[in-house]
């Protein structure tokens, strides 16, 4: 038989469960603005992050709020906190004061912590003379003789290059054809091929991919419809995966206990390759050849550029693969710490001493063509002064763009400048 509860009872419930389930947590914003005009300032100028921390509730909230900083342009500044007391609906003011005593980079940390377990913060980075950033490079006595031998294998093997013709994926002003061709350990990697029907020879544009992307074949375009445009997949990206995996996207551990195992040697060299048939192509401006990539990208480019002197220009859009040593000190990959971990024969001396013949950094000064970069200030996956630690080594003409306000993504606009930078540089003709 059912029990029957009488009605006083579940109001009684109700109301007791009511009163005894725990209160809201107040609503607590927080936003961090600084006074370095485009992320900027001079030399032993200050900046002045101001906090606004505003309490959207009709109760006041306790909160305690801390200040942090992490560079490697300078000794980091001991941390600092400040206690709150903030009236409903009001917001709170606080300043910090951050000299910037050495050219660089400085990225300070706003944190706010209430409601017992509550936390969270926003980070803003500025920057001084990013021009003049510099890190000791971490060449190995053997770098060069390394770089030299490598390059000297890829040209024992034969790249039997093949085109396919891919006739739904051309344009009205370009044909596109799958290309396939071997590379250093006789792997195969391909890439999409788009070539201007009309008369050339036209000035070409290797695109190279960002870590775990698939370069593609673009669309009809008028920036690049008068350029052959080589979207290139070097090993386990996009299809150049038959014989070297795209899974797990791992590849900055793969093989790295050994500097002629690791992963970035053969992508490199097929970077290098990837050139090797560019230069093939009777249609092709042998005087005007370009690469250009985006993080990974980016450090192709510089790689690129650095090893093969028929490049002609350097696009490096927030360049992944720079400056190593400063690179671990500014971000945290437990992907690597786990690596490291793994094996008793593994430490950050050893790990560090081979990723530097694959260091953007010590390759740089070898870069003679023209050079753009791209950088986002915000960027926490590429910091900007590891990017800078590359850029500043290149010894020929060059050129960068800082958005302060970006991160690790530039948006199409920033695409469409380099376009016209490589335009103007192959001196075609720019539609207003």
Same mark, same amino acid.
């Given at each position: ?8 009872? /579940? ?10 389930? @725990? ?23 200050? !900046?002045?992050?101001?906090?606004? !921390? ?5 109760? @006041? !909230? ?20 400040? &206690? ?22 400085? #990225? ?7 409601? =017992? ?18 890190? #000791?490079?971490?060449? #190995? ?11 000297? #294998? ?23 054809? +799958? %290309?396939?061709?071997?590379? &250093? ?17 036209? @000035? ?32 386990? &990206?996009? =299809? ?43 249609? %092709?401006?042998?005087?005007? $050849?370009? /690469? *250009? ?25 927030? @360049? ?41 950094? =010590? ?28 850029? =500043? ?8 763009? /800082?958005?302060?306000?970006?991160? &690790? ?8 400048? /380099? *376009? ?9 003709? $720019?539609? +207003?």
């Amino acid at each position: 038989m059912a029990r029957i509860i009488p009605a006083f009872l /579940v109001l009684c419930a109700s109301f007791i469960s009511s009163r005894c389930s @725990p209160a809201q947590p107040p609503a607590v914003g927080l936003s961090l603005s600084s006074s370095a005009e485009g992320g900027f300032v001079g030399l032993n100028e200050t !900046v002045v992050f101001t906090a606004a !921390v505003r309490n959207s509730s009709e109760q @006041p !909230v306790k909160a305690t709020l801390k200040w942090s900083v992490q560079t490697v342009a300078f000794d980091v500044p001991q941390s600092r906190s400040v &206690h709150l007391e903030i009236k409903g609906t009001e917001t709170e003011l606080r300043s910090y004061v951050l000299p910037m005593t050495a050219v660089g980079f400085a #990225e300070v940390q706003c944190s706010i912590a209430y409601a =017992n377990d509550r936390t969270f913060s926003q980070k803003y980075r500025v920057g001084t003379a990013p021009e003049l950033v510099l890190s #000791e490079l971490t060449k #190995e006595s053997d770098f060069d003789r390394f770089w030299k031998g490598s390059l000297a #294998e890829l040209k024992t093997i034969d790249p039997d290059f093949e085109f396919v013709p891919q006739p739904d994926r051309g344009t009205e002003k370009t044909d596109v054809f +799958e %290309v396939t061709m071997r590379s &250093h350990g006789d792997i195969h990697v391909r890439g999409w091929l788009q070539v201007p029907k009309s008369e050339g020879p036209h @000035p070409a544009v290797i695109r190279v991919p960002g870590y775990g992307s698939n370069m593609k074949p673009l669309g009809e375009g008028r920036d690049w419809d008068d350029i052959v445009v080589f979207s290139f997949n070097p090993r386990a &990206h996009g =299809n150049s995966m038959d014989e070297v995996p795209g899974k797990p996207v791992d590849y900055w551990i793969r093989g790295l206990d050994d500097k002629s195992t690791y992963y970035y040697r053969g992508a490199y060299l097929d970077c290098v390759r990837a050139v090797d048939f560019i230069c093939s192509r009777a249609d %092709v401006d042998k005087k005007r $050849i370009a /690469v *250009w990539g985006g993080s990974q990208g980016g450090g192709f480019a510089f790689a690129t550029a650095a090893l093969d002197p028929r490049i002609d220009f350097c696009a490096a859009d927030i @360049p992944f693969m720079c400056d190593w040593v400063n690179y671990f000190r500014l971000t945290v990959w437990p992907e690597m710490d786990k690596w490291i971990a793994d094996s008793d024969n593994r430490s950050w001396e050893s790990t560090l001493r081979t990723l530097s013949y694959f260091d953007t950094m =010590n390759m740089a000064d070898r870069i003679q063509c023209r050079t753009v970069m791209g950088v986002g200030l915000q960027d926490a996956v590429c910091p900007p002064s590891t990017s800078f630690a590359a850029y =500043n080594r290149v010894p020929g003409q060059k050129s960068f763009k /800082v958005y302060a306000d970006k991160g &690790h993504g530039l948006g199409p606009a920033h695409r469409n400048r /380099v *376009w016209q930078q490589i335009r103007t540089a192959f001196e075609l003709p $720019i539609e +207003e």
